[in-house]
């Protein structure tokens, strides 16, 4: 199966750019051949969506305004695992979350961030309390968002639940939260024996400078992939879901 990261110039929003960016990747990686997309951590509103002294609203997902990116996702028949904020219908709360939707456009699954400092560009979002994999139509996935992959336990959770793979939509440069990121992303394949898939960003360098966050492949623990820098860029790799390894030597860098 071809897989493809979108490391793309998000954080700074407004919801309308991003999204007709986010329309435009995926359809470049779905002409390219992948089988699963994976976007960054709030990639439809924006990292700093809340910050920007712009009007916002964090609907309850999928929204009308997601219907154009469920059909490409249907017309070329992709998984996607989109970053970005909802709102609980029942509760009404608000979370940082990565929707799944399947091979048709439907909403198949999601994963709602546990772990967040709880302030600043993350203070609208409530703490996620479920941590469940996500079958897919190719494998099974786990997802941890961002500093979710901090907690090894976490990874190790997600396998004994059958998890193939776990996937990491990120907002996440050297030098915050912990020191490198690539130091949990090893460590969370190390204890689970997973590989892990992180979809990290780029731009934003007034606030938090995204320029050298990586997007990454980890597989037995260890770093295999890597891209970071401020050109925007589909990420493609090939992965042989049976045999669970690696085809790819490098990432096939599609720019945007």
Not at 17 to 29: G, M, P
Not at 76 to 81: H, K, R
Request: charged fraction near 15%.
């Amino acid at each position: 199966m071809r897989i493809a990261l979108l490391h793309l110039d998000l954080s700074g929003g407004p919801e309308e750019r991003n999204l007709a960016l986010l329309q435009q990747a995926v359809t470049l990686a779905a002409q390219a051949g992948a089988n699963w997309v994976v976007t960054p951590e709030t990639a439809l509103q924006g990292y700093f969506f809340t910050q920007k002294n712009r009007p916002f609203s964090i609907p309850v997902q999928p929204a009308p305004n997601l219907q154009p990116l469920r059909c490409v996702a249907a017309a070329y028949g992709l998984t996607v695992f989109l970053g970005c904020g909802e709102q609980d219908a029942a509760s009404g709360l608000c979370y940082n979350s990565c929707l799944v939707m399947g091979s048709d456009g439907e909403i198949i699954g999601r994963h709602r961030k546990m772990h967040s400092h709880g302030t600043g560009a993350e203070g609208w979002a409530a703490k996620g309390t479920v941590l469940e994999p996500l079958i897919c139509k190719e494998m099974t996935a786990g997802v941890l968002v961002c500093a979710d992959a901090y907690f090894a336990e976490n990874a190790q959770t997600l396998r004994a639940k059958q998890a193939q793979v776990i996937l990491v939509p990120a907002a996440w440069p050297p030098g915050h939260c912990g020191g490198l990121p690539v130091n949990a992303w090893e460590r969370c394949s190390q204890a689970s024996g997973l590989p892990v898939w992180v979809c990290n960003q780029t731009g934003n360098r007034e606030v938090m400078d995204m320029s050298q966050a990586q997007s990454a492949v980890v597989v037995g623990g260890k770093l295999r992939l890597a891209y970071h820098g401020l050109q925007q860029a589909v990420l493609l790799f090939d992965w042989d879901g049976e045999q669970q390894r690696l085809l790819s030597a490098e990432f096939n860098v599609r720019t945007i």
